[in-house]
């Protein structure tokens, strides 16, 4: 029997069945596949492009379909479910992240040579911040895009040099919303800017990084060798990428909330099938109060988290500026997801340190949730700004 709900409507629950069927008849066969070739085709963003489930909260003008932010939310709780951590993230990167910005802040120019695209999933977005000197401190961005006139053409343009790395998507993508430096002299909040830079571009060299987990997305290194880029491919106001990022942000870290949630979950799915098939001493392992009572604790805390994700996503399509609670939970339940499946593999005994089992992948792609995004450590001190120094903020984006 259905349970009520003060989140999702009959529609909702119409599209999670859609995106569910297609999750575990396009998507989870192919795990191993793309699991062990490191990288995912781009013909299966293609097809999500096809389905409309890479513009769900983008104008209808570039292809989106506009979507309240609930159908964002069945998404990600079902794309979450495949059990890669990898493509997990390779997606909402593209969706939620990287063309983000563009939605939001791009021209009209540009939202029809990368927007459109990207949402029909033709073409691939990274998102470009952290460097190897500069992860959390994102004042420290070292990357420079010096504007210029080309002598030839007589247009105005950037010259960009630095590095890049930990991009997801960095790899195989077409392009990348690129943070780098433009006022040398100002502060370090105030001079920086959002650039769409073309992968494939002159001065660009791309490695690919081995990960622990999430081994079906590529990440990589990217370095940018006098890169020469149009003016006109700023987004937004020059020196205003600080600014930016730090609102879009809380889209971020409430997107990696939803998906842990629903990855614990997964992982406590597996368990409990686990654990009815399983015998010891001549009963299923299940039966046992030492392993009941942990399950207890565990489900207790998926759904305690879960109700606080839903309650900030509440928030969020309230237009209220969520800052404490996207910190609050992307700290919460990307803890919580490490303790449900360390604890959850524990139950499968030597079975879950085998790479048969995918209890034991879902142990290495939980792993990072705690540093990607922002680190458990710097979620906490922005709880504290808030909480104790009653530090504010305010949206910047305009329309």
């Known amino acids: 029997m259905k349970r009520p709900s003060l989140y999702f409507s009959d529609d909702h629950d119409l599209f999670r069945q859609s995106i569910r069927q297609f999750i575990q008849t396009e998507v989870v066969p192919n795990t191993e596949a793309w699991e062990t070739a490191r990288r995912i085709p781009p013909a299966i963003f293609e097809r999500m492009g096809q389905l409309g489930y890479l513009g769900l909260p983008y104008s209808e003008a570039y292809g989106g379909s506009n979507a309240d932010f609930w159908y964002s939310v069945v998404f990600l709780e079902e794309l979450a479910r495949c059990g890669m951590g990898g493509f997990t993230t390779a997606v909402s990167v593209h969706e939620y992240m990287a063309v983000n910005h563009l939605a939001k802040a791009g021209s009209p120019a540009l939202k029809e040579k990368y927007l459109v695209p990207a949402i029909a999933g033709q073409k691939v977005a990274a998102l470009a911040i952290t460097e190897p000197d500069a ?4 004042s420290a961005i070292r990357t420079v895009a010096r504007r210029q006139v080309n002598a030839e053409t007589g247009a105005e343009e950037y010259i960009i040099s630095g590095a890049k790395t930990f991009i997801s998507n960095g790899t195989y993508g077409d392009f990348v919303t690129l943070t780098a430096r433009t006022n040398t002299e100002g502060t370090a909040q105030n001079g920086l800017s959002l ?3 073309d992968l494939d571009s002159p001065g660009i060299t791309r490695t690919k990084l081995n990960k622990m987990g999430w081994h079906s997305s590529d990440t990589a290194e990217i370095r940018f ?13 020059e020196n205003m990428g600080f600014y930016y990022l730090m609102e879009s942000l809380q889209l971020e870290r409430l997107v990696a909330a939803i998906m842990a949630v629903s990855g614990a979950g997964l992982a406590l799915s597996w368990t409990l099938q686990y654990l009815q098939e399983r015998e010891a001493f001549g009963k299923p392992i299940g039966a046992f109060q030492a392993i009941r009572h942990k399950i207890a604790d565990v489900a207790t805390e998926i759904e305690m988290a879960r109700q606080f994700v839903y309650h900030t996503c509440w928030l969020y399509t309230q237009g209220e500026v969520v800052v404490k609670e996207c910190s609050m939970a992307k700290l919460y339940t990307s803890e919580m997801q490490k303790r449900v499946v360390d604890t959850c593999l524990q139950f499968f005994g030597g079975y879950g340190y085998m790479d048969d089992y995918p209890i034991s992948r879902a142990y290495r792609d939980a792993r990072v949730g705690t540093i990607a995004g922002g680190s458990s450590e710097i979620m906490r001190e922005i709880i504290a700004k808030i909480v104790i120094d009653a530090v504010g903020y305010k949206r910047v984006y305009k329309a």
């Open 225 to 237: 060798d006098e890169v020469r880029v149009p003016a006109s491919n700023l987004i937004g106001q």
């Open 195 to 197: 650039i769409v830079v």
């Open 135 to 138: 992860g959390s401190d994102v």
